[in-house]
């Protein structure tokens, strides 16, 4: 009798090994496809990233030069290599679309200037007069205008990556003071 019921013990101990066994290939399956998961979710975070830094990067080049605001639509026509890992080789295009656009022009007014600053100086004119090249009669008073105005436009940088087809469109404002002149050519 005793040898049958450690036949038996031998037999309960076998199943519910074996059962053990499965729980714990089931458990390591589970944990392989949420590591997998959790992969792919940081993967497709890293291409959104390194695709909004191209956008955003192209948009400093763009606008470190004045020739956007000058030509914007030539600035525009061809893609921008962009370089994000430091290898020398460009890893996205990135598009200016639409060109860049001036919408909103403001005459700044001489009050407004900060005589100590270089930049505002430039817009005071000459101590002899202090809007040269403006011509003002006797009997009509001064507008107060200054030389400069405050130019604001929009730059949108859009970039695809074909390898994970993460894609992004960056918009960044930007304000250019210049000669009133030059403003009103860049600006019609």
Known sequence: M???????????TLIIALIMLVALAMLSAWAFNGSQMNM???????????????????IELTISSQMF?????????SAIPVDVDGDAQSD??????????????RVLKVNELDPGNA???????????PNPGIETTGSTPPTGDSLCADSEWNVRAVVTDPRSNANAA?????????????????CP
């Not at 005793?2 to 309960?12: E, I, V």
């Not at 930049?119 to 007069?129: A, I, N, V």
């Open 2 to 12: 005793k040898s049958a019921r450690r036949h038996a013990q031998r037999g309960a």
């Open 40 to 58: 792919r979710v940081v993967g497709n975070s890293q291409a959104r990233q390194e695709v909004v830094g191209a956008a955003q990067a192209a």
């Open 69 to 77: 605001a000058t030509d914007p639509v030539a600035v525009a026509a």
């Open 92 to 105: 996205y295009q990135v598009q200016l679309s639409p060109p860049p656009s001036c919408y909103r022009v």
């Open 119 to 129: 930049g505002d100086r430039e817009c005071l004119g000459s101590s002899g007069s």
């Open 170 to 186: 960056v918009n960044q404002g930007v304000a250019i003071r210049s000669l009133s002149t030059d403003t009103a050519n860049a």
